[in-house]
């Protein structure tokens, strides 16, 4: 029988990339560069459809907004510009983290994960430079969305094929080495992004992001030959292969696992959504006569999140040593209640009735940036070594699925931020935090038995 899609042991090389294997070097500083583009644009997307694309005389050059805005008001009613910002990007967002789903059945299936990764970069290369014209502004949302479909799960899926199956704490380790380029990018984006369209206007910093995704694709290329590749033979091999009772099983156990981050992820991602409205409506930005960019604090939970990830990975190791360190479920447990923590932060600063410190979203940033370390990459680790073989992209992009869900809801609910105080709108996220923490703990130790290690047929 054909060995299909097994995951690689890497020998010890010569030269490592922090104590990892080096191929790891090529897709973080893709993901990196991805995500530079990625979130120098979000960052400045809300802002810009509430301030400008969405105001009279602005919206009537998008083509086919008439159509896209009939279609959303139909759902929810007559929207200001603020509402249908929120909306748009919240179904933006959403539909990015949803098409992972089929780049990876695609690649799991025909053209293979490194191709699938190259398409997308090209893809949401064309995205990005298309934003920076009015006119191809819903042109533009889709191609990026098409292109972070083929591009996201896949990488993560190539990640955790340079780990051993059983070497859970190396993969979640590697995982976290591998968010760095993901938090260098979402630091970097939103501030030279940010402070181009300050200056320069908005499409200075949309442009920008285009010549980013480029430089990701190069950085794929240059170790294209360096990162292993199912065979079409192996692929048609593993779609053939029927998956046992076990097997269905513990598919089943990872779709509830990705389900209940969704609670955190609400309340995360609000951060880049109305968080920034509330920042600018609240916060005092000027700093010795300079005015901070709104975007700039969009980078600063992933700022954090870099200088965590040694931190971290030395306390799991510490803990470790003594038999002590958090499984996989009781991270993504604690990720949840320190995002909760973070939404407090916001709670208490909204209590004033001036505009308050740049200290106050700083903080805010704080329990963010630490427990996107402790959940997001844990999530992804334990799916790559958990999901059945012949499904292991496509669950990589399931992952995905949880912040497709998460987006909408995010959407719609800032609709809501107008019509409540801020206090509760964010004592409210920091519920539904606080909520998926507390579900997750109450399931850990069926989660905790029914997902330890167990070889797979292969």
């Known amino acids: 029988m054909v060995a299909v899609d097994r995951a690689i042991v890497v020998p010890p090389p010569f030269r490592t990339f922090f104590g990892q294997p080096p191929a790891l070097a090529y897709l973080a500083f893709t993901e990196a560069w991805e995500r530079f583009s990625y979130y120098g644009m979000t960052a400045l997307l809300v802002l810009y459809m509430s301030h400008a694309l969405f105001l ?10 008439a159509g896209f805005r009939s279609a959303l008001e139909s759902v929810f009613g007559h929207l200001s510009p603020l509402a249908l910002a929120s ?41 990005h430079f298309a934003m920076a014209f ?135 991602y609000q951060n880049s959504n109305m968080g920034l409205i509330w920042i600018d409506r609240s916060v005092d930005l000027d700093l010795f006569g300079f005015t901070i960019p709104v975007p700039w604090f969009s980078a600063m939970d992933s700022f954090v999140s870099i200088v965590s990830v040694p931190l971290l990975i030395a306390l799991w190791q510490r803990q470790a040593e003594r038999s002590g360190e958090p499984g996989e479920i009781a991270k993504i447990a604690t990720g949840a209640f320190l995002a909760a923590a973070g939404n407090m932060v916001f709670v208490i600063a909204s209590l004033f009735n001036h505009r308050v410190s740049a200290l106050f979203p700083i903080f805010y940033a704080i329990f963010l940036g630490v427990g ?87």
Request: proline letters at 3%.
């Open 134 to 268: 009015d006119a191809s502004f819903l042109l533009a949302l889709l191609l990026l969305i098409v292109g972070c479909g083929l591009l996201k799960g896949n990488i993560s899926s190539q990640v955790g094929h340079l780990y051993a199956e059983d070497d859970g704490a190396g993969r979640t380790r590697g995982f976290s080495i591998f968010s760095m380029g993901i938090n260098i990018g979402a630091v970097a984006g939103p501030l030279l992004c940010g402070l181009l369209a300050q200056v320069y206007g908005w499409h200075a910093g949309f442009g920008l992001a285009g010549v980013l995704m480029l430089i990701g694709l190069a950085t794929y290329m240059a170790g294209y030959r360096h990162l292993r590749e199912t065979t079409r033979a192996e692929r048609e091999t593993a779609a053939a292969m029927p998956m046992d009772a076990t097997q269905w099983r513990i598919l089943a156990i990872l779709l509830v696992v990705i389900a209940l981050t969704v609670f955190q992820s609400i309340s995360y």
């Open 87 to 127: 909306h748009t990007y919240g179904l933006y967002t959403a539909f990015v983290y949803f098409t992972p789903v089929f780049g990876g059945f695609v690649a799991d299936r025909w053209i293979g994960r490194r191709n699938a990764v190259m398409l997308g970069a090209v893809l949401m290369s064309c995205g």
């Open 56 to 65: 009279p005389g602005h919206v009537a050059r998008v083509a086919g907004f």
């Open 372 to 458: 996107f370390l402790y959940y997001w990459p844990t999530l992804l680790a334990l799916v790559s070594r958990a999901a059945p073989h012949r499904l292991k992209a496509t669950m990589m992009g399931c992952v995905f699925l949880s912040l497709f869900v998460s987006n909408n809801i995010i959407g719609w609910i800032g609709g809501f931020y107008e019509h409540m105080s801020p206090a509760r709108f964010w004592g409210m996220h920091a519920a539904i935090a606080a909520t998926g923490g507390a579900i997750v703990l109450l399931l850990k130790r069926w989660l905790d038995r029914e997902l330890i290690y167990v070889p797979q047929k292969v």
